[in-house]
């Protein structure tokens, strides 16, 4: 069945660099775009960025500067890089995969998400 | 970017009772829209997609309609386990962009 997992670092130094993991089962990455979604404790959700099937990537314009994401195929694995990160970065990141394959649409699955603290 | 207001904020309601939540977006989206539960401490769970398509597996008391800016989420016969926050969310464009969220509540 289609699985996601987040996996990372939980904690993370001001100004340092997070780097998240997304393992995917169950479909190829080929075939789905994947993103990553986050949420700061207590409050709502945030589409940073995906990874297309062919390989493109699209962000947020506010996240674009400082966020990356890439892709191994052989793996099944999305990862996500984002630098110079704040307090204010501290949330539950989760990567989501769309509903059906080919064009933009809603987020069917997730992972159970990973919480980031931004603290020194 | 398209913004999302979602209203109430919060929500109180009796068991039985039907809920409304509303969502209204910037511009016309084109009944790109889904709504999501999430309970405390898990991932959102998508209960609708295409602004009125119930996912697989979502009890039939949700339902969601609307069109153009103005969408809405119903839930009838509200269940002990709808205790939940809901979302909506707009892929018609990227940024996809979500609602503020609704705490829904037992009285």
């Known amino acids: 069945q289609v699985q996601l997992k987040e996996s990372g670092p939980g904690l993370v130094q001001p100004s340092q660099t997070l780097s998240l993991t997304c393992t995917v089962s169950g479909f190829s990455l080929t075939s789905y775009h994947v993103s990553w979604v986050r949420q700061p404790p207590g409050k709502g959700l945030e589409w940073m960025g995906v990874i297309w099937t062919g390989g493109s990537t699209a962000y947020n314009s506010l996240l674009k500067s400082r966020l990356s994401i890439s892709r191994d195929i052989s793996k099944s694995q999305v990862f996500l890089k984002m630098n110079s990160l704040q307090t204010e970065d501290t949330a539950t990141y989760y990567c989501?995969?769309?509903?059906?394959?080919?064009?933009?649409?809603?987020?069917?699955?997730w992972g159970q998400g990973t919480l980031v603290t931004v603290s020194s | 970017d398209i913004q999302m207001t979602q209203s109430p904020a919060s929500l109180s309601a009796s068991l039985g009772e039907t809920v409304t939540i509303e969502c209204r977006a910037s511009?016309?989206?084109?009944?790109?829209l889904a709504w999501y539960q999430q309970k405390p401490g898990k991932s959102p769970q998508l209960l609708i997609y295409?602004?009125?398509s119930l996912h697989t597996g979502v009890p039939s008391r949700f339902s969601g309609s609307g069109s153009g800016t103005q969408y809405s989420l119903k839930i009838n016969s509200l269940q002990s386990e709808d205790v939940a926050s809901y979302f909506c969310?707009?892929?018609?464009?990227?940024?996809?962009?979500f609602g503020a969220g609704t705490k829904l509540e037992l009285k």
């Open positions: 989501a995969r769309d509903g059906l394959p080919g064009y933009p649409n809603w987020f069917a699955y």
């Open positions: 511009e016309d989206i084109y009944n790109g």
């Open positions: 295409n602004a009125n």
């Open positions: 969310q707009q892929y018609y464009d990227y940024p996809y962009t």
